[in-house]
């Protein structure tokens, strides 16, 4: 696989079982390098695989969220295509034939999702009601004369993607009449957000997530509420738990439960395991979990058609499969067996569809019945069949207090090169997450240009259980260097890593991960930090973790000595003599690119081999098809000049002569 051929890779998403059971419309996203954008457009496939047809066309715009009016009528989906009214609206395509039409025209605040009545006569909208400044309009100097000062009073002040966050940016729940167009706001009373609405069977009630605590953006105390489906209503809170109940909600067809994931306590904020609760709508007994002592945190709840069980997916170690759940008794059955990775699921009429992925596969949407999965959909079926890809393999080994640390190995795609092989340690984000077999670019990449890479799933991640997703908290950068040692090594004595031959890198934790690695051993000839710091006292207020510094490492006035020992790739930037290539996002409020270029010039001091790129306008996850392949290409070129002593241009051929024409 090659950078290019990465972009060929579409990607499905989505899935959406019409009221009969017998289609289910999907999304697709496909890149165009040329162009620098990537579009989504929405297709249909028969229950049998028979027939798969094209519904959108990116030249118009992008499409998400698409869904079947509970008639079977139409396809609806939110785009921002040129209509009556500007920006997100909702779209419907009629099946008997015909060109999509905007529905809604929403004037105010950013449409983010929406729901059917079960009648089909109304929507339930959710409004995103403005009062922010992205990161990009400043960075904008075509627009500095049309943005005023941003005046915040509020603790949250500052979230990626969104950017500033001012007092009357808030998300609220709206009732959209079909018929008139007229929309009215659902809930009375103060600005609490809301969020995950749903309707209930008979279309009298919504219920929907909000946090009603005194400081609602000083905790992640959310719970379940419940409002007649009327403009003005007061809603009746249902959980009282102090923590995260949250969404997606899921009613029950007979309308006498709700389906909900239950968090952990509001101190462990990144730290939790979601899991399965069910409460009577009418608030008459408590909450009750099913799935308490199911040590694995679980997502997407869905009633059975029948109602007497719940799909969820579950994240296990280096999977992610769907299970069904009694509703009665909590047992827990899975429904997959073999290893890969499911992202969505949807069922109607006894029919479930599921969006799977493997190693070597990337996802597509595949018909579940009885533990089989038949694919429907093939949009990668010809990029695949020009290549050769490695399947990851399962790895283990001891840390060094005994613990078992899993990881996954991928070989080289040409296996005829001689051992040992140079290495890459790639370390994920999270630390809340796992790598897992699933289709995942990097590594087939490197396995290309014949490298073996190795992912570590550290404590921390999730997949593992609760103590050991939460054995790192308020002590980062030990338990987790250890473990990625440990796996290191292991691959060194089994004679695949060449020792003398071996980088590290990764992104948003696997960044700061980097960090800590360069910062504990030498053993590396090269880094990558993408998207890191060395030091979260330089991010306290920077980034959008607020509650996260304050609740896990303490205030720093009151708990300085933790974050210097937690900043120690900073704090003892000496120890480093690791070549690294530090990189970020201008836009990136999630670890804004401070803490790079402080690392950055901390390495410069030192006089360490490094170099810091930074991308215009770019979030924490790049949007710009160029800038990704940009990244990917100076990742090799690093690699390759440090590593493997190539003699190799930092620079990125495409920018040069672009430079050049100029």
Same mark, same amino acid.
């Given at each position: 696989?090659?950078?290019?051929?990465?972009?060929?890779?579409?990607?499905?998403?989505?899935?959406?079982?019409?009221?009969?059971?017998?289609?289910?419309?999907?999304?697709?996203?496909?890149?165009?390098?040329?162009?620098?954008?990537?579009?989504?457009?929405?297709?249909?496939?028969?229950?049998?695989?028979?027939?798969?047809?094209?519904?959108?066309?990116?030249?118009?715009?992008?499409?998400?969220?698409?869904?079947?009016?509970?008639?079977?009528?139409?396809?609806?989906?939110?785009?921002?295509?040129?209509?009556?009214?500007? #920006?997100?609206?909702?779209?419907?395509?009629?099946?008997?034939?015909?060109?999509?039409?905007?529905?809604?025209?929403?004037?105010?605040?950013?449409?983010?999702?929406?729901?059917?009545?079960?009648?089909?006569?109304?929507?339930?909208?959710?409004?995103?009601?403005? #009062?922010?400044?992205?990161?990009?309009?400043?960075?904008?100097?075509?627009?500095?004369?049309?943005?005023?000062?941003?005046?915040?009073?509020?603790?949250?002040?500052?979230?990626?993607?969104?950017?500033?966050?001012?007092?009357?940016?808030?998300?609220?729940?709206?009732?959209?009449?079909?018929?008139?167009?007229?929309?009215?706001?659902?809930?009375?009373?103060?600005?609490?957000?809301?969020?995950?609405?749903?309707?209930?069977?008979?279309?009298?009630?919504?219920?929907?997530?909000?946090?009603?605590?005194?400081?609602?953006?000083?905790?992640?105390?959310?719970?379940?509420?419940?409002?007649?489906?009327?403009?003005?209503?007061?809603?009746?809170?249902?959980?009282?738990?102090?923590?995260?109940?949250?969404?997606?909600?899921?009613?029950?067809?007979?309308?006498?439960?709700?389906?909900?994931?239950?968090?952990?306590?509001?101190?462990?904020?990144?730290?939790?395991?979601?899991?399965?609760?069910?409460?009577?709508?009418?608030?008459?007994?408590?909450?009750?979990?099913?799935?308490?002592?199911?040590?694995?945190?679980?997502?997407?709840?869905?009633?059975?058609?029948?109602?007497?069980?719940?799909?969820?997916?579950?994240?296990?170690?280096?999977?992610?499969?769907?299970?069904?759940?009694?509703?009665?008794?909590?047992?827990?059955?899975?429904?997959?067996?073999?290893?890969?990775?499911?992202?969505?699921?949807?069922?109607?009429?006894?029919?479930?569809?599921?969006?799977?992925?493997?190693?070597?596969?990337?996802?597509?949407?595949?018909?579940?019945?009885?533990?089989?999965?038949?694919?429907?959909?093939?949009?990668?079926?010809?990029?695949?069949?020009?290549?050769?890809?490695?399947?990851?393999?399962?790895?283990?080994?001891?840390?060094?207090?005994?613990?078992?640390?899993?990881?996954?190995?991928?070989?080289?795609?040409?296996?005829?090169?001689?051992?040992?092989?140079?290495?890459?340690?790639?370390?994920?984000?999270?630390?809340?997450?796992?790598?897992?077999?699933?289709?995942?670019?990097?590594?087939?990449?490197?396995?290309?240009?014949?490298?073996?890479?190795?992912?570590?799933?550290?404590?921390?991640?999730?997949?593992?259980?609760?103590?050991?997703?939460?054995?790192?908290?308020?002590?980062?950068?030990?338990?987790?260097?250890?473990?990625?040692?440990?796996?290191?090594?292991?691959?060194?004595?089994?004679?695949?890593?060449?020792?003398?031959?071996?980088?590290?890198?990764?992104?948003?934790?696997?960044?700061?991960?980097?960090?800590?690695?360069?910062?504990?051993?030498?053993?590396?000839?090269?880094?990558?930090?993408?998207?890191?710091?060395?030091?979260?006292?330089?991010?306290?207020?920077?980034?959008?973790?607020?509650?996260?510094?304050?609740?896990?490492?303490?205030?720093?006035?009151?708990?300085?000595?933790?974050?210097?020992?937690?900043?120690?790739?900073?704090?003892?930037?000496?120890?480093?003599?690791?070549?690294?290539?530090?990189?970020?996002?201008?836009?990136?409020?999630?670890?804004?690119?401070?803490?790079?270029?402080?690392?950055?010039?901390?390495?410069?001091?030192?006089?360490?081999?490094?170099?810091?790129?930074?991308?215009?306008?770019?979030?924490?996850?790049?949007?710009?098809?160029?800038?990704?392949?940009?990244?990917?290409?100076?990742?090799?070129?690093?690699?390759?000049?440090?590593?493997?002593?190539?003699?190799?241009?930092?620079?990125?051929?495409?920018?040069?002569?672009?430079?050049?024409?100029?």
């Amino acid at each position: 696989m090659t950078i290019d051929d990465a972009f060929r890779v579409q990607n499905v998403g989505s899935p959406r079982v019409s009221p009969d059971g017998k289609w289910i419309v999907y999304t697709v996203s496909s890149t165009d390098l040329k162009a620098d954008k990537r579009t989504t457009d929405l297709w249909m496939v028969s229950w049998d695989g028979k027939q798969d047809m094209q519904l959108t066309f990116g030249y118009d715009g992008s499409t998400s969220s698409p869904e079947f009016s509970p008639d079977g009528r139409y396809i609806s989906f939110l785009s921002g295509r040129k209509g009556t009214a500007k #920006g997100t609206q909702v779209w419907v395509l009629d099946r008997r034939g015909g060109e999509a039409r905007q529905l809604t025209g929403v004037k105010k605040g950013d449409l983010e999702n929406y729901a059917w009545s079960p009648d089909s006569k109304e929507l339930l909208l959710t409004i995103h009601t403005g #009062g922010t400044v992205s990161a990009n309009d400043f960075n904008d100097p075509s627009k500095h004369k049309l943005i005023p000062p941003i005046v915040m009073t509020r603790y949250h002040f500052k979230q990626d993607v969104e950017g500033y966050l001012t007092a009357d940016d808030h998300t609220y729940l709206y009732l959209y009449d079909i018929a008139t167009g007229k929309m009215e706001k659902l809930t009375a009373g103060k600005q609490y957000n809301e969020s995950d609405g749903i309707w209930s069977p008979d279309g009298k009630e919504i219920a929907f997530v909000s946090n009603h605590t005194a400081e609602p953006e000083r905790n992640i105390n959310t719970d379940i509420f419940v409002v007649a489906a009327k403009p003005g209503a007061e809603p009746r809170q249902l959980t009282h738990y102090t923590g995260a109940d949250a969404g997606p909600l899921s009613w029950s067809p007979d309308g006498k439960l709700i389906a909900f994931l239950r968090g952990g306590h509001v101190k462990y904020w990144q730290y939790q395991e979601n899991h399965l609760g069910v409460i009577a709508a009418d608030g008459s007994s408590p909450a009750r979990i099913l799935m308490a002592k199911f040590d694995r945190p679980v997502s997407s709840p869905q009633f059975s058609s029948d109602g007497k069980s719940i799909t969820v997916l579950v994240t296990d170690d280096r999977n992610r499969y769907p299970a069904s759940v009694d509703v009665a008794t909590g047992a827990v059955h899975r429904l997959v067996a073999t290893e890969g990775v499911s992202w969505a699921h949807a069922e109607k009429a006894g029919h479930e569809a599921l969006l799977w992925t493997t190693d070597t596969k990337p996802g597509e949407v595949y018909a579940l019945s009885q533990g089989h999965l038949r694919e429907l959909t093939h949009h990668n079926a010809r990029l695949l069949s020009e290549l050769e890809l490695s399947k990851s393999e399962n790895i283990s080994a001891l840390s060094k207090d005994g613990t078992r640390i899993d990881g996954l190995l991928t070989l080289p795609v040409n296996k005829s090169e001689a051992k040992p092989y140079p290495l890459l340690v790639f370390i994920h984000g999270g630390p809340q997450g796992q790598d897992a077999h699933e289709f995942n670019t990097i590594p087939q990449l490197f396995a290309a240009r014949g490298w073996a890479v190795l992912n570590v799933n550290y404590r921390g991640s999730n997949g593992r259980g609760l103590a050991f997703q939460r054995a790192i908290w308020a002590n980062w950068g030990v338990l987790e260097v250890q473990d990625v040692q440990a796996c290191v090594h292991k691959v060194i004595q089994e004679g695949i890593a060449d020792p003398k031959r071996m980088g590290v890198g990764g992104w948003s934790y696997g960044g700061i991960m980097t960090d800590f690695m360069i910062a504990s051993t030498n053993e590396f000839k090269a880094a990558s930090s993408g998207a890191g710091t060395g030091d979260p006292l330089a991010l306290y207020g920077v980034d959008e973790y607020g509650n996260q510094y304050n609740f896990e490492l303490g205030e720093p006035w009151k708990s300085l000595n933790t974050y210097i020992k937690i900043g120690y790739p900073f704090f003892h930037a000496d120890r480093i003599h690791t070549p690294t290539l530090f990189m970020g996002g201008t836009s990136d409020f999630n670890v804004p690119v401070v803490a790079g270029e402080q690392m950055y010039l901390a390495l410069q001091t030192l006089h360490v081999p490094s170099a810091l790129i930074v991308y215009p306008q770019q979030f924490h996850g790049f949007t710009d098809p160029t800038y990704i392949r940009d990244r990917y290409q100076y990742w090799f070129n690093w690699y390759d000049k440090w590593v493997l002593g190539k003699d190799v241009k930092l620079s990125y051929l495409p920018w040069a002569k672009k430079d050049k024409k100029k």
